[in-house]
């Protein structure tokens, strides 16, 4: 049995703790959650479940593994701790290595206590792909991200187009995958994904639009090199509660934990 502490009780922390909780994510546990402010879970309806925002009592329920749904802070506050303590850390907020002096640290702390930072693939598709062929030489990595208007309220794209009269597609974003996690910090953790697994963040080319003419995220990546050249598209159901993320996310996380216990692992 694999026990899993989980950080964050949001959109996404809620759905990966109903996988669990429904047998999605294979032989595991869900032993506990961490957030901010326990008075906000009364109701959560996870009676089996211990909700605490203590970081010693979380770490007390000896976790197999900890996963991060709560965003960059998070990552930068709990991924060494979690390490320390005997823990595999799975990351979704990813983009927080975009800092490099964190990327380095984090790691740095796996290989010391003999841990793993695990990354799902989430939003996106085809990171076994391109982990892949970058064993051997890549010559390009491009991502572009699309995602309808009601996804951006409250981010960067607000100051660079009227979300509120915008019609056509727009970019708001070209650069590099390390410049773009920074900007887009809940929106862009793909970009941080591919890098990590291809070119690294200087060298993967992203554009990030604002598309009123759709109605789901859709990340497309596209690469080159010995391998050959593959181009994937991916169309995400954006959460009713949160439309910066998407169900696949939490199918994704599930989909990792049960790899864990699993006597096949695919991809």
Known sequence: MLNVGLIGYGTAGKDVADAILSGQAGDSRLAAVLVRDTSKYADAGLESVLITDSEEVFFACRPDVVVETAGHAAVIRYAEASLAHGCDFMVVSVGAFCDQALHDRVMASASRHGKRVLVPSAAIAGLDRIAAAAQGPLERVTLTTRKPVKAWRGTFAEEVVDLDTVTQPTVIFEGNARESSRVFPESVNVSAALSLAGVGFEATEVRVLVDPT??????????????????????????????????IVAMSVSRALKNLSSPLVIG
């Open 214 to 247: 759709i109605d789901k995220n859709v990340h497309e990546v596209s690469a080159k090199g010995l391998f050959g050249a593959v181009r994937i598209e991916v169309q995400n159901t954006p959460s009713p509660n949160n439309p910066k993320t998407g169900y």
